[in-house]
């Protein structure tokens, strides 16, 4: 396996075990991987000849069926507060000692992938496994760990399956991201995990079926045969980030019942998916500005409950969405901010979940007291059965029926996040901080795709203005001088922020839809 660029201490992460463990995962599972990627393509052109989904007639049996996942183990039992981000050093120890039960550690859309990250990602991890992570950074500030019975239980999110990392070259074509995160991670610290009380725990992001559940669920059966672990001690919770895994829940959790913990609501990619999906499917399934889609819109509120409901008839832990408020110093605005989350989280507790997201160890109080009040001192609510949710398929397609449509401000929102974000994504940081809200790469996806969708559609705004290429260039330049003015001509040309916005523009107002904007931004990076 060739190599193609070095940062420091990566000998340690790319031992000669380990990648000849990642060329056995290339080479059974890459040609998988390909054929779904294609099945993909032939789905969306399917919905786009439709219009419509629907559940899956050939897999009635298994949604009929009488079947449940494997119990969780003792460090997934109780996940009333999950907290999110990138495995920088940092990042690494604030989150496992926020509080939280969990940390998703993220190799995926809160990273950039440069190759600094995906390799200093694996050594913070297994540094941290090792307690060696303590540090000092430049202000003199001191990071350490808690005892190891106050850090939150890790479980890491690889790349999904659409991502390759061209840095690794195997005959002659670069190796998934998704098996590069998960075989590196998983070589040098399952058998450590499981001698800690815990596992090798994974999200799995960006799934698109049951097929690539199966995937999934093959890549870990070999994993731990190859390394001499019971089945089943790899554990994954799905992230139902795309309207078609909507569809499909109850297999996806079929595919992966030996090793599935959970499912999860992932909102901003769900609708980045419906958009993409549906975008050129005429004004029934036109989204209005993305901040006016909450979580109980009746579209969003059908996927959220069918998700409780799915889980916990399957026996497995629902996991609700983020909370991406991050506090500032204006006391009032964080008032008015942490009500609107406890708000979220208290919804989302009489809803079923079992737990929920949030960005910042600020919020860990307010998400871990809305769950609190309802789970006391049972680790879950699975109990809730929820049989009274009945979902259909117009349910979840039911975009029509929100009062509300794109408006100028919208426009201007979507060209000032998504050149934000992709600023700071170029340069390497994937978690981003953008209107006190921390964004990752679905506020990006969003960004341009509810662009591209309102061009295509000739969307007529709220003041009647239609949108329309030659808008949105003049509104993007002036949002673009905006953002210059701010950081002044000697910050604006440093900063990269014109490449950002080039590529901002040319994926959103490009005839042809980019499935992943990642894909050209990948290109950029250093």
Known sequence: MAVTAVVDRQEEVLTGEALAFLTELHRRFTPRRDELLAARAERRAEIARTGTLDFLPETAHIRQGEWQVAPAPEALLDRRVEITGPTDRKMTVNALNSGARIWLADFEDASSPTWANVIGGQLSLADAYRRRIDFTDERGKHYALKPEAELATVVARPRGWHLDERHLVLDDRPVPGALVDFGLYFFHNAELLLELGKGPYFYLAKLESHREARLWDDVFTFAEEYIGIDRGSIRATVLIETITAAFE??????????????????????????????????????????????????????????????????????????????????????????????????????????????????????????????????????????????????????????????????????????????????????????????????????????????????????????????????????????????????????????????????????????????????????
Not at 322 to 341: G, H, T
Not at 402 to 430: F, I, K, M
């Open 249 to 526: 829940m109850e297999e996806i959790l079929y595919e992966l019942r030996a090793h599935a913990s959970g499912l999860n609501a992932g909102r901003w990619d769900y609708l980045f998916s419906l958009i993409k999906n549906f975008r050129d499917a005429g004004p029934a399934f036109v989204l209005p500005d993305r901040n006016a889609v909450t979580m109980t819109a009746p579209f969003m509120r059908a996927y959220t409950e069918l998700l409780v409901r799915t889980c916990h008839k399957r026996g497995a832990h629902a996991i609700g969405g983020m909370a991406a408020f991050i506090p500032a110093k204006d006391a009032e605005a964080n008032a008015v901010a942490f009500d609107k989350v406890k708000g979220d989280k208290d919804r989302e507790a009489a809803d079923g979940f079992d737990g929920s997201w949030v960005a910042h160890p600020g919020l860990v109080p307010v998400a871990r007291e809305s769950f609190d009040a309802v789970l006391g001192d049972r680790p879950h609510q699975k109990d809730r059965l929820r049989e009274d949710v009945k979902v259909s398929a117009a349910d979840l397609l039911d975009i029509g029926s929100l009062d509300a449509r794109p408006t100028e401000a919208g426009v201007r929102n979507a060209v000032q996040v998504g050149t934000r974000y992709l600023q700071s994504w170029l340069a390497g940081r994937g978690a981003v901080a953008v209107f006190n809200l921390m964004e990752d790469v679905a506020t990006a996806e969003i960004s341009r795709s509810q662009l591209w969708q309102w061009i295509d559609a000739g969307v007529e705004l709220a003041d009647g203005q239609r949108v329309t290429r030659d808008y949105v260039r003049t509104v993007a330049g002036q949002e673009l001088a905006a953002i210059r003015e701010e950081v002044g001509e000697e910050g604006f040309a440093s900063g990269g922020w014109q490449r950002a916005f080039d590529l901002l523009l040319r994926i959103a107002l490009d005839e042809t839809y980019v499935d992943f904007l990642t894909l050209p931004a990948y290109e950029l990076l250093d």
